[in-house]
C-alpha cells in the first residue's frame, strides 16, 4: 500500500469500478486501510507474510470469476435489479418509466450500491439496447487525458499520441455511455461534455471538423453535486441539465430486506448455488450495516464460500468474515479447511472489544480515536453509548 507517488489505495481509489480482481497484500494492514480498500472493490485483503493456503483458494476463486466473466460479462454486466424492498421498487419504477425515453440520467448513491447496475438495466430495457454499452470511470482517467479518452484524437495530436483514438463518444454511437464517479471530470472537460450532449457533436484532438455522434448518457456520482456546484468545482450548466432525471440508489444499511435475494443471486454467480442461507446466516448479515454496500457484501460471501464447510453457510463463519473485511485481520479471523468451525461470538462483540481497544490506546482521546478506526467523531459517540463504553 506504501510506495513512491501513487500509494495502493490510489490506484484503487482510480480503478475500483473495473473488473479486474484485485488481492491487496501489504505489510501495512490497518483497520482503516482494509475497511478502505474492500469499499474500493478489492478482491481481498492480505497481510505479509500471506500464508499461502489462504493465498491459493483466492486465486482459484479469482480465475473461476475472470473465465465465467470472459464468457458472460463481469459480475455486474447481466444483474438484474435485485431486491423487494420499497427503496428498490422504487429503482425499478424509475427504469421502466425511463429506459424508453433518450433522456440523460443521473445515478445516485454510495460506493458499491450497483449504480452502474442502475445504469444497464435503462441500457436493456431502451430502444439501444441492441448498441453498444460503454463504461468508463472518470476516476480512472489522468485529467490530461481526458478530452481523448472521451472523444478520441487524431495520430500526432498530442506528445504519445501515437495511434489515431476513437473515443468513447465515438465507440458508444447508437448506444449507451455510462460515466462513473461523474464529480471527477475537471472543470473544462465537463464543459465539452455538457456541449457534445446538448449538440449531439464531438472534435476529436486534432482533428478540424466536428464529427456527429448519437449517444445517450447515463452518469453516476457518490457526491452531492449540488455541493460540488456550489463549491465551484462542478458547472452549474451540467449539473441542471443532468439533473432532469435523476434516481437514487439507497444503501444496503437503509434495505435490510434485500441483504437475503441480494445474497441468493451474488452466490449464484460465484457458481455456489448449492449454498444455503440459514436463519443465523441471515442474521449474522443483518448485524452489519455494511459502508461498503453490495461489493462489500460480494467480498464477504465470496469469503465465506471459499470456506464454507457444509451445504449450509454458517452464520458464525458469516460473521468472521465480516470481522475481516472491517478490521483486515484475514490471517486470523478466517478458518483453514478443515478446521473446526469458528466458536459463538457476535460481531457485535469484536466491534466493541475493538474500538475499546483503541480507545484505550489512545488515552480515551475520542477524536484520535476515531481517526484511527476510520470513522468520524460523530459515529464513534453513537457506538460509544449504544455499547455502553465511557470515554474522557
Request: proline residues 5%; glycine residues 8%.
Amino acid at each position: 500500500l506504501k510506495m513512491k507517488g501513487m500509494g495502493g489505495l490510489d490506484v484503487l481509489r482510480r480503478c475500483g469500478s473495473i473488473s479486474t480482481r484485485v488481492i491487496v497484500l501489504t505489510g501495512h494492514g490497518t483497520v482503516k486501510a482494509a475497511v478502505e480498500a474492500m469499499q474500493l472493490g478489492a478482491f481481498s485483503f492480505l497481510e505479509k507474510p500471506v500464508d499461502a493456503d489462504m493465498l491459493r483458494p483466492l486465486l482459484r476463486q479469482a480465475l473461476v470469476e475472470d473465465g465465467r466473466a470472459g464468457q458472460g460479462g463481469a459480475l455486474h454486466d447481466s444483474t438484474p435489479l435485485i431486491g423487494q424492498s420499497p427503496a428498490m421498487d422504487e429503482v425499478r419504477d424509475f427504469v421502466r418509466t425511463v429506459a424508453p425515453t433518450d433522456e440523460t440520467v443521473l445515478v445516485f448513491g454510495e460506493t458499491g450500491t450497483g449504480k452502474e447496475v442502475v445504469a444497464r438495466q435503462i441500457h436493456a430495457l431502451s430502444n439501444r439496447a441492441e448498441r453498444p454499452f460503454v463504461a468508463m470511470s472518470a476516476a480512472c482517467v489522468p485529467h490530461e487525458l481526458f478530452e481523448s479518452e472521451l472523444f478520441g484524437h487524431r495520430r500526432g495530436a498530442f506528445t504519445g499520441a501515437h495511434d489515431d483514438r476513437a473515443g468513447l463518444f465515438r465507440e458508444a454511437d447508437g448506444g449507451t455511455l455510462f460515466i462513473d464517479e461523474l464529480a471527477e471530470l475537471p472543470l473544462e472537460s465537463q464543459a465539452k461534455l455538457l456541449r457534445a450532449i446538448e449538440t449531439k457533436q464531438i472534435r476529436p484532438i486534432g482533428e478540424s471538423g466536428e464529427a456527429s455522434v448519437d449517444v445517450r448518457i447515463v452518469a453516476a456520482t457518490n457526491r452531492d453535486l449540488w455541493i460540488e456546484t456550489q463549491a465551484g468545482r462542478f458547472r452549474e450548466d451540467l449539473y441542471f441539465r443532468l439533473q432532469v432525471f435523476p434516481v437514487l440508489v439507497r444503501p444496503l444499511r437503509e434495505r435490510p430486506e434485500d441483504l437475503e435475494p441480494l445474497a441468493t443471486h451474488l452466490l449464484e454467480r460465484l457458481g455456489k448455488s448449492e449454498l444455503t442461507i440459514d436463519a443465523d446466516s441471515r442474521a449474522a448479515l443483518r448485524e452489519y450495516d455494511w459502508p461498503g454496500n453490495v461489493r462489500e457484501l460480494l467480498n464477504v460471501l465470496r469469503r465465506a464460500s471459499l470456506f464454507a464447510i457444509s451445504e449450509s453457510l454458517d452464520g458464525d463463519l458469516v460473521r468472521r468474515m465480516i470481522a475481516a473485511s472491517v478490521f483486515g485481520n484475514a490471517r486470523e479471523s478466517t478458518p483453514s479447511p478443515g478446521l473446526e468451525p469458528p466458536s459463538r461470538t457476535s460481531l457485535a462483540d469484536v466491534e466493541r472489544e475493538h474500538i475499546e481497544r483503541v480507545l484505550s490506546d489512545k488515552e480515551g482521546n475520542i477524536t484520535k480515536a476515531a481517526a484511527a478506526l476510520g470513522i468520524d467523531r460523530r459515529t464513534l459517540q453513537r457506538k460509544l453509548r449504544s455499547y455502553g463504553i465511557e470515554a474522557q
